[in-house]
């Protein structure tokens, strides 16, 4: 067993191998966590300073994509019925070709879904060279001709930018010449920003300036909603949206998992924005609420718990009793079997460890899922966040603006003169708060973990192994990219993008398949035969050696 | 993935688009990663954006299922407009720090290629921070915008044999190279002992047969050991003749025709050994070479496999197939497929290959009597139109294959690279009589099934 290390032990240990430069940097994004001091001297909370959202080194293995992948990959990647072209060189578009496992349901079979398809310019040399518009034009055409489709999005590779291609104006040249289909193009050349994160909110921007307020679908309900962040890997969306029909709450549009054109255009229909994934999607919950007086808060379905509480919220920031019956009914409905599952799984699980890498608030929402199986997350970090998401969002203004960020266009947001309506009066907002529901608030992931606990932001290679070694967690939840790396010294890895091929995980079923999982991962028996017999016992060393 | 509304929609497109839909193939950048793992102490470095670097390495992972590091210069906006020297300098030094790497292969994307950076300057006046560093640094041309993976390959392995590879003083009989193209961990571990077994010294470059097929370790190894040591690659000279398969390589891309121009080594140019034919070609070349005798071994393996054609031959005898994927792969199983009386009725290249069906032509003189289309450049809606009028029984390759095939309602055999929807591609075999033998089992097994499933009754005797 490895011998227990103090936290403080344990950073120097990840620390030491790097050169001082280096040192300095990652000192600053490994940090202790320690929890709110009350006592501070302007009254506002105070954690320990992350550098997050901060450039990583060259040479250093992240785990960290490109401006790109966080535009096409996560945010609209989901969307079955926008057909996406991917301007530039083929592996872009090849790369993010269905690799998500983004799930999605077409309602009939003239329903269009484009996710199963890959498009691409699939730039060749003399395009570089002579520029690849005409080339975006023809393959627009072309696409339009076959597919058919509402609406069509461009989105930029690396050279693009570079070579001067504009795909703004293509789109709207085309848009003029096919009127009846929206196309749009993103500026989300894979050097953008420090990390995906810089393509999340290239994609916010977009469908929020091109997309939001075209539409004037009005779903059926009393209680309309919309779930910003999900993205359905696994069928999560579709766990979520059964949960919601049967506490009566309309899912106007999800952004953007099992999602379609109409919802976005007409997701300005709706009294209320749930925020999932707060690093990739509070931008558009931002500027929705400036633009329409839609306000918005943050839920977590990870977990059945943590659903219970988020279905609570949106009860009681309806204030209907009617509301508040219907989900509390749903969740006593729903527990039996939450209960039936931990008694199975808990036992077997309780009192290990995990640790988690992964995204901007899956590092967070899944410490949930392993705490109701009796497991502490003692070390968590994120890929791509920022400070709130660590901190919580009353950092914000303190956040500095740098080089890479200041090259993402903020953009100005007005309230609508006809659609601006004001949900929630400053009143009312008050008794929320006083309810434990705070509107346009996230804590971040700090606040939730135990004191000690060590909050790594970007983990590289070097850390996880320094991790392994040291803490030998039970299980290790993170991506593809380190699953093989982590189970070569025999700990499984869990993978939170895309599940393992397993899922859903979100809502009530989801953490019962979940709770499964986990036990099947971390007492698997291939972990029994990782040391030969003769490694473990030594009278058996001895007696191997002579039969040797 | 929902399918249901796109398999009742059928899609015509027209000849000679521009958009590419579902493309059959990757990017060069790729190739030059692969290649590198499969040298000694090597760490590949992206010059480019890190998302490169991180979509390179969860596409190979997740086809061979092992760790898989690739370094990135990580580009910001900044760098992309002032020149990626300084971020290269520091990547290049980290790297050398954090892995103590024997060799770094600098690979360059679309990114650096596109704003015009002069890698081979910047590594030439490089003085590294580190002044123990003792690896080597060598750079590849690798711009995602020309050519395809199978390209990116080829080109590191050159670019390996061009930047190492010494003037020798004598050429040493029983010294082999062997560059096998872009096989499998197991195919390369068949291979380095058959050669030995033969009793040749053979380099067989690159071999990440170790490096991408390992077992767990017992403490953490920053570069996964195995690979081929500089140490061969530097005396490649030496050696008597290189073997090289491929059959659609481009002599410019050619380590082994540098070899013969610059360092006199004789190349022999064969097809991979898959089926009895090519196999037979390739072991008589390895007798000649010894002077060894045909081990019984091999005969028993031989014979077992051509009964097996034989007792197989009412399955598969007469089929059509669509063969697809990298140029090389795609000649050499349709050649195989000749030999078990499949015809290939189309033989599809994913990247745009130079006189690809000059080339089909060459090995199959009789092509168009047998009724065999070849494409080039091409991607899977023109690979799937194709399929569909032709009309075929099974199609062969890569995982990328599956939605044509299931919209198609023909199954899919499994060979190549990315196999994504499978277990165990690190230990494909196709190379050998033996490897063959598992590709022929697994194809006709594959019919099999389709077979049965194609009958509610439950047969269980086919």
Known sequence: MPSKLTPEELKQELLKAYPAKVARKREKQIIINKHKDETSANGLPTTTEVLANARTIPGILSMRGCAYAGCKGVVLGPTRDILHIVHGPIGCSYYAWLTRRNQTRPVSDEDPNFMTYCFSTDMQEEDIIYGGEKKLKKAIDEAIAIF???????????????????????????????????????????????????????????????????????????????????????????????????????????????STYEEFTSAHNVDLNLVMCHRSINYMADMMETKYGIPWFKVNFIGAEASAKSLRKIAQYYGDQELIDRVEAVIAEEMPAIEAAKAIHRPSLEGKTAVLFVGGSRAHHYQELFHELGMETISAGYEFAHRDDYEGRHVIPSIKVDADSRNIEEIEVHPDAELYKERVTPERKAELLAMGIEMNGYEGMMPEMKEGALIIDDLNHHEAEVLIEKVKPAIFGAGVKEKYVIQKSGVPLKQLHSYDYSGPYAGFKGAINFYAEIDRLVNASCWGLVKAPWQSSPELSASYAYVG | MNLKSTSKTKFTTEPGREVTQDACRLCSPLGACLAFKGVEGAVTILHGSQGCATYIRRYLISHFREPIDVASTSFTEETAVFGGKSNLLAGLDNVSRQYSPQLIGVATTCLSETIGDDVAAVLRDRVPANPEETCKVLNVSTPSYCGSHADGFYRAVRSLVTSLTEPAHETFNRRLNVFPGMASPADLRWLKRVLKDFGLEATVLPDYSDTLDGGLWSSYERIPSGGTTLEAIRAMGSSECSLEFGHALNPLDSAAVWLEENRGVKRLLTGAPLGVAASDLFFHRLQALTGCDFPA??????????????????????????????????????????????????????????????????????????????????????????????????????????KAAKRLGVPLVRVGFPIHDRFGAARNRLMGYEGTQRLFDDLVNTLLSHNQEASGLGYSYM
Do not use: W
Not at chain 1, 193 to 217: C, E, M
Not at chain 2, 320 to 334: F, I, K, N, P, W
């Open chain 1, 148 to 258: 058919k489709p509402k609406a069509l999005d461009i989105f930029s590779t690396c050279p693009v930018g570079l070579i001067g291609d504009d795909v703004h104006a293509v789109a709207r040249e085309m848009e003029a010449k096919y009127p009846d289909v929206n196309i749009f193009g993103f500026s989300c050349e894979g050097y953008k920003g420090v990390s995906q994160s810089a393509g999340h909110h290239i994609a916010n921007n977009k469908v929020f300036t091109d997309v939001l307020g075209l539409g004037d679908l009005k779903k059926p309900g009393k209680y309309r909603v919309n779930l910003l962040g999900e993205y359905n890997i696994g069928g999560d969306a579709f766990e979520l949206e059964r949960v919601f029909e049967k506490c009566g709450i309309t899912l106007q549009a999800t952004f953007s998992g099992n």
């Open chain 2, 297 to 402: 071994e091999l005969q028993a393996e031989r014979g077992r496999l051509i009964d097996a054609y034989a007792d197989g031959h009412k399955y598969v005898s007469g089929k059509r197939a669509a063969v697809y994927g990298e140029a090389d792969l795609v000649a050499t199983l349709a050649l195989f497929l000749l030999e078990i009386g499949v015809i290939p009725v189309l033989c599809a290249a994913g990247g745009p290959v130079n006189a690809f069906r000059d080339v089909m032509k060459g090995l199959v003189p009789d092509l168009e009597e047998r009724g065999m289309e070849i494409m080039s450049d091409a991607d899977f809606d023109h690979i799937e139109q194709a399929t569909a009028r032709i009309g075929v029984d099974f199609m062969i390759g890569n995982s990328k294959g599956y």
